[in-house]
Every structure is written in structure tokens, then in C-alpha cells.
């Protein structure tokens, strides 16, 4: 059977780490009840368990706010079935994709798109704005994007995938449990073994190998489990499953369609990474009835709204950006897709370079803080994880060895590198180069800052 499965599914044998209501599978063990309709369409998903992963991040003004975001995963089964699911109404959208002409503007969780990354989708944007010289531009998000997917709407467009408009009933089983979920808080699991809504209560909850005993299941269910779709108004796809950035891509078929027919009407260019856009044409006439054509468009998509704090609109002239939506047009730089274009340069975002450097040197401060010196297995570990020792996978394989890090992906750096690879004459990697040098400063700094605590501690 495993023969058979289908080349969309990455890493068959892979078997997630996190505990479920399930035991733990791979895709390649359980390929034969996947791949089968007539299981798939009797089959009892369990509820999704929820995580808020709480991130702090920057409005307008500078200042920092508390931004949840809610992921919700299933079962490892369960998982498995909407990967697969996943891939075969990927298969489906693209060909109607090609059909309609929009293969190359929704860019997010495309099969067919192997091998193209972040990197390349930012330097098709860039590179336009770069041969108009002067042009105008408009770039932002959709505010709740997943959360507000009407489900209703969603079920018309996934007809258009099939012939006739009749949904399977495998798919239809699939796609139900998708948006009809019923979500599980893993605080009330961890409440259930008397363990802290921490990393290392979550991490002690995963080293179960299932969350909870099947009685334990039968009893709890009824009371621990809510449907938000349910008090959302029959909205929302959960992120976090493998099926919901397809489903996603599905639901904005039309509206993806006509907002290229207005850029192509101007010359222009549209492009949209999940709930990611950028819109760019090259006169300031075509750009006032281009963002007024997007902004209709998209009042007309149920529960489509324009993100009113991250969306702004652009002016690129003599090689600088100003920003439209301020009176006195400041110069600025365009945020996409991780990386920043100031009409001359392009960068990562400074954003994305802080956050690197953050966690850099919190490891460093774990690492010194008490100890003059550490571990040279520890200190390996920090160098592979935050210096070029780990930008080559395959380079230091006895140092990745002894530290039990052999067969990694990279870090940081790697991206870093891929990313000036697409970009070879812009700069890159000048935020990231002195990256060594700034471990062994805060190293020094935080053993004389140990050293001094320590001699306080002895005095007293």
C-alpha cells in the first residue's frame, strides 16, 4: 500500500510528537483505511484540542498589544485523512485555478508550486515594482481570515470543484468535520493531571501516549468540548489542520479571480499568500479604481473584511516608498512576506531579524547565567542553533552528533542564505553577519553579571 500513496504526502512515515485522544500514527500505517471512501465517510472524528500560542506584537503607534492565536489540531488519524484530503481537493483547485487564470496569484499551499518558497513569491512582487519605477501600491491582510470563513459559501465553491456540483460523500464527511468542529481547550487537560498551562506542563503532557483512556474519553466529551462554529454563526475553518489552507485557497476562487482582472486591466500585478495581498499597478488613476474595485469586491465576499490597522497603501517614486495614508507621506518600506522594500534595497524585516536575535540571546542568558562555564554539549548546541555552525544541515555532522542533533533542517541562517540567494544584490545578510561576535559579547556580559550576583549571594 505504501507504493501507493500519493506524492503531495510529505514525509509518509512521519509521526507527530504531540499527544491526542488517538495513539500516535504515521500517513504510510494507516494508508489503507485513508485512502478508503467507504471508511472515510463513516468515520467519527474526534475533537480538535486548542493551544493559544500568545504573541506580542506592534500596532500603529509602536506600541506592543497581547495577540492570541488560537491553533487547534487533530487527531493523529484524523490528521492523516485531512492531509490526504487536502492534496486530492488541492489537485482539483488547481486545475479549475488554471482554468480561470489565477495559478500564479494564490501562491499559499500549493502542490504544484514545489520548490518555490517565501523568497521567490517576494521577489516576483519586488521585481515588478522594480521595472514600473513609479508605481503604486496596496498591501495588507484580511482581518479574522480563517476564523470568518462562512460556511455556507464554502460549500458553493467546493462544488465547482466536481462535476455537476455533487460533493462525494467522503469529501462531504471531510469537509463537514473541517468546519462543523468541535474544539477541546488543552487547559482543561492539563487541569485534569493537576499540571500548569506552561511549556513544561505541556511537555509533560505529551510524553503520555494518549491524553486520555477511552472511559475517560466517554465521560468527559460531553462537558469539556465547545463548538465554535456554532456561536460564530456557522463560520470559521480551524488553522491548524492540514485541509484549511486548500479550503481557504477554494473559498477566494472568484474573488482571487476578479482582482487580477483588475490588475491585469492596469497593467498591474495581484498577488495573495493565504491572507496575505499586495496589489500593485503603475499609474495613480488605475491605483484609486483598482483599490476602490478591491475594496467592493471584497464587501461583497461574506465575511471578507480588509484589515482597517495592517493594510496601507503605497507610493513609489525615485526610489523611495512613501506612505499613502498619512498626510505628509513619510518614507517608509513595504512589509511582504517577510521581507521589507524601501524602493532601493530589499531586507528581511526588522521585525524577523529582532525576534532571531531575541531568542538568541535569552538562550545565552540560560546558558551563562549561572554557570562560568558551561557544558561544551551545551554550548555546541547554542552555536548550531544560532551561528552558521547549523546554516548546512549536513556540515558539523560530529558536533550535530554528540550534541543529538544529526539529519537538522538548518536555522535561521539558512534561510537567511536562501533568501540572499534570491536576492544576490541586495543586502541581505548585513543584519545577521556579526551574529557570532554579538553570542560571545552577551555571553561575557551575562558571565560578569553571574559573577557579580554570585560574589553578592557569598557576602551576605
Known sequence: MTDSIPPYIKKPHTIKSYVHFDFRTSFAAKANLVMDPGFVKSYAFYPLIQRDLRRMKPDGHGKFFNDPRPIKYAAHLDRCIYQYYSGLLNERYNDVATEIGIGDCAIAYRAHLKGQSNCDFALRAFSKMRDLEACFAYAGDFEDFFETLDHAYLKKQVRRLFPGGAIPDDYYHVLKNATRHSVW?????LDHYGLPYTKSGVKRLNNRGRVLSSDEFKNMVGASVERPWRENGEKGVPQGLPISGTLANIYMLEFDAAVK?????HDGLYMRYSDDFIFVVPTEKGFEEGRDEFSRLAGTMPSLKIHPRKTHSFRMVDGG?????SEDEPKCAIDYLGFSFDGTSVRLRQRTIGRFYKRMYRRVGRLYKWKFRPAKKRVDSLYLEYSDWGRKPKRNAKVRERVGKSGGRGNFLTYAERAQ???PNDPILVDVKNHKRKIR???KKVRESGRRHRSALRST
Open 261 to 265: 482582472a483588475v490588475a491585469e486591466r
Open 441 to 443: 559579547r552577551r555571553a
Open 321 to 325: 516608498v512613501y506612505l499613502l495614508d
Open 185 to 189: 481547550d488543552i487547559e482543561k487537560l
Open 421 to 423: 540567494n534570491a536576492f
